[in-house]
Nanobody, 116 residues
Framework: QVQLVESGGGLVQPGGSLRLSCAAS????????MGWYRQPPGKQRELVATIISGGSTNYVDSVKGRFTISGDNAENTVYLQMNSLKPEDTAVYYCHQRTVWGLHYWGQGTQVTVSS
């Protein structure tokens, strides 16, 4: 069973930056969408950003202009560059990949804490 593994989380001060990375433990074929979700403390998981195989990206309004998603379908890697971080960005961030056949893959999550 292929798994996704995130890295790059940690503690950062407000206004700082982090870059999250996600890689697959094996090969996932025919990726349609790759993305990042997050779950703030005591809240439901929410979509942060997605990138479709053709390169089109989408962001939740609260991160537009601050976060940038990028990825490589062939390598099954996806990244999230997070700049100008705010305390409200504190959450566990999850990597997600979906194939054209509707198969979903999730990572185990990486903690991002924005605090002074």
């Amino acid at each position: 069973q292929v798994q996704l593994v995130e890295s790059g989380g940690g503690l950062v001060q407000p206004g700082g930056s982090l870059r999250l990375s996600c890689a697959a433990s094996g090969r996932i074929f025919n990726i349609h969408t790759m993305g990042w979700y997050r779950q703030p403390p005591g809240k439901q998981r929410e979509l942060v950003a997605t990138i479709i195989s053709g390169g089109s990206t989408n962001y939740v309004d609260s991160v537009k202009g601050r976060f940038t998603i990028s990825g490589d379908n062939a390598e099954n890697t996806v990244y999230l560059q997070m700049n100008s971080l705010k305390p409200e960005d504190t959450a566990v961030y999850y990597c997600h990949q979906r194939t054209v056949w509707g198969l979903h893959y999730w990572g185990q999550g990486t903690q991002v804490t924005v605090s002074s």
